[in-house]
T-cell receptor
Framework: NAGVTQTPKFQVLKTGQSMTLQCAQDMNHEYMSWYRQDPGMGLRLIHYSVGAGITDQGEVPNGYNVSRSTTEDFPLRLLSAAPSQTSVYFC???????????FGPGTRLTVL | GIQVEQSPPDLILQEGANSTLRCNFSDSVNNLQWFHQNPWGQLINLFYIPSGTKQNGRLSATTVATERYSLLYISSSQTTDSGVYFCALAPFGNEKLTFGTGTRLTIIP
């Protein structure tokens, strides 16, 4: 079991560029989510999915897009990167409501 | 939404000391987890503990759901315990975890 994997580990973008952060899990978890962590703060929820084909917004969704075509994968798209999106991004998964969530290693994104 | 408060915000201890970290929350929960974020940024699952008491080596945790708080105990601290400890929880019927702002623990040799 690889658990939750994220790629890339590091990324530098220029303002206005787009990119996709990848997240995959091999635990057959229905629930997947994306968080961002800014310096000195806890994690904040961006988007989440309760199963393939179903996504919803979290606390800070603006500027991000998601889709869930398979159970395993949950990519996060930055449509037009802004310096305010400089952060560390974590993907998580679980069996569903009330179950333990497991986190990936994170992607450190810098937008210049 | 649900409110999560962690205390203390910072804690500096000598190696070998014991510590208690607290997490207060504002609503009933069906998921409560404690994480350790190490200096490299990795989030490590410590406990999944929506209620009751669990122990894992030098660490233990207790959640009193009726009084809306959870405690994380670290005994005989080691320098590798340094980092930030987060409490995160979700109310009933909701998968979305809300994180506290963390307790930064520094263990001095």
């Amino acid at each position: 079991n690889a658990g939750v994997t994220q790629t890339p580990k590091f990324q530098v973008l220029k303002t206005g560029q787009s990119m996709t952060l990848q997240c995959a899990q091999d635990m057959n978890h229905e629930y997947m989510s994306w968080y961002r962590q800014d310096p000195g703060m806890g994690l904040r929820l961006i988007h989440y999915s309760v199963g393939a084909g179903i996504t919803d917004q979290g606390e800070v969704p603006n500027g991000y897009n998601v889709s869930r075509s398979t159970t395993e994968d949950f990519p996060l798209r930055l449509l037009s990167a802004a310096p305010s999106q400089t952060s560390v991004y974590f993907c998580a998964s679980s069996y569903g409501a009330g179950n333990e969530q497991f986190f990936g290693p994170g992607t450190r994104l810098t937008v210049l | 939404g649900i409110q999560v408060e962690q205390s203390p915000p910072d804690l500096i201890l000598q190696e070998g000391a014991n510590s208690t970290l607290r997490c207060n929350f504002s609503d009933s929960v069906n998921n409560l987890q404690w994480f350790h974020q190490n200096p490299w940024g990795q989030l490590i699952n410590l406990f999944y503990i929506p209620s009751g008491t669990k122990q894992n080596g030098r660490l233990s945790a207790t959640t009193v759901a009726t009084e809306r708080y959870s405690l994380l105990y670290i005994s005989s601290s080691q320098t590798t315990d340094s980092g930030v400890y987060f409490c995160a929880l979700a109310p009933f019927g909701n998968e979305k975890l809300t994180f506290g702002t963390g307790t930064r623990l520094t263990i001095i040799p």
